[in-house]
């Protein structure tokens, strides 16, 4: 049965689309096959190509493939890249074992996986874009090694470090140590970890995940691994291995499939080695649109309306790890960027937002947030973000740029929204520009998902700052 007859039983196409295509085929002398220029022509959708085919071939078809059908036992033999280059991927279905594929040419090295599996396996048919991502979520949920298994008892030489995101799931290859690490940031992003601390003490080296704000003890590695743990994850980092006596900070790219994760790596000598942090971030959480926050309607109306002024300050407040990031920049998203000019300066740039400029502080060379903000005040801007308030410096440059027109965005490491206030006073800032020109303290809620983030209304009272109120 041919292409052509099973998409006329299918009803997706009809008998001008299918004359039209042959034509501009053969016009063309084009290499696509049918189903490529109907799909690229968005005639038929991927899914209906798929299940096309899957009826040309008299194939069984799965549009979407369920969690329980991905078991990681059955990969434990199978490199990642021999999945994806062979486009197979063993799954389990009702009892049964299949090789997922996208390809119906693929079928014809079924036996060389049942080789490699030791049992039959059956073919099943479905998307590339299902089959990409059945075989990325497949790969993730492998454990990671134990960290007894193999481990070396001296340290290996550190690799050359490389500019391109490494891939977490193609950990087959690697050395010991760089497969642990791999598996402990498979770990970290399997449980929506945001920080990895690596603490060397004097008989042991203790691993722990930060889990919504608290911190969980992983299993330890052996303390021999301390020194080539550490130079793995420096190399990744692009730091200094040679260098023990001084803190440094490095930024490293993974990738986890088609995700891509930055890492924040900070290092710090301490009594009993380095010590090192990893921050995670995910590109996906990090830039959201506002709907996506969790707040309630009322909460994100009143957020809205302040984003529409046209200056004036909003400062988000949180603790370390509370999503202020994420909520200015699901803020920014919802300014029209094509008719403001809108700059930030941050440290680090954890996203590069589209449509906007941004600046990365350097302190080395003096480039501050304050000497930073002073600069991009002369660029005519109208919304500008700063990373943070650091000091009362920047706190003062932000205040008074707000009352020159410009709406500026910030945040501020407070436990709540009401400490603002006190902790811009206390930096100096005179009350009454507060009075002028705060318009909001959203506050973002502990966690890894932001929830509610909670503005408390500023207003002037006898030329002093009074909060009218605050939903806590």
Known sequence: MNLDDVLRAMEVV?????????????????????GDWLLRNNI????????????????????????????????????????????LLPIEREGEWYALTSDPDAVSRLDELSLLLGRDVYPLLTTSEELRRAIDTCYAQRQAPAWSESAP??????????????????????????????????????????????????????????????????PPPPKSLE??????????????????????????????GAREFDIRVSTVPVAEGERVVLRLLNQETLVRPLSALGMPAKVEEDFRRVLAEPNGVVLVTGPTGSGKTTTLYAALQGLATERLNVMTIEDPIEYQLPGIAQIQVKPKIGLSFAQGLRHILRQDPDVVLVGEIRDAETAEIAIRASLTGHLVFSTLHTNDALSAVVRLVDMG??????????????????????????PSRIGSYGGGVAVVGAIR
Do not use: C
């Open 227 to 256: 020194s080539a743990l550490i130079s793995r994850l420096k190399v990744m980092a692009r730091l200094d291995i040679a260098e023990r006596r001084l803190p440094q900070d490095g930024m490293a790219k993974v990738r986890v």
């Open 14 to 34: 009809t008998e001008a689309q299918l004359e039209n295509a042959r034509a501009a085929l053969e016009q063309n002398f084009s290499a696509s096959t049918l």
């Open 429 to 454: 800032v005179p009350p009454y520009l507060l009075a002028s020109a705060l318009r909001g303290l959203p506050r973002a809620t502990f966690g890894p998902k932001i929830m509610p983030l909670l």
């Open 153 to 218: 008892t001296k340290t290996t030489e550190a690799e050359e470090p490389s500019g391109r995101a490494e891939d977490l799931l193609r950990a087959s290859a690697e050395a010991p140590v760089a497969q642990y690490v791999n598996g402990l940031l498979l770990d970290a992003v399997r449980r929506h970890a945001s920080d990895i601390h690596v603490e060397p003490f004097e008989s042991k080296l203790q691993v722990r995940f930060r889990v919504d704000g608290f911190l969980y003890a992983q």
């Open 44 to 87: 038929l959708s991927a899914a209906q190509l798929a299940e096309a085919r899957a009826r040309q071939y008299d194939l069984p078809f799965l549009l979407r493939v369920e969690p329980e059908f991905l078991k990681p036992s059955l990969v434990e033999q199978l490199p990642v890249d021999w999945a994806r280059t062979h486009r």
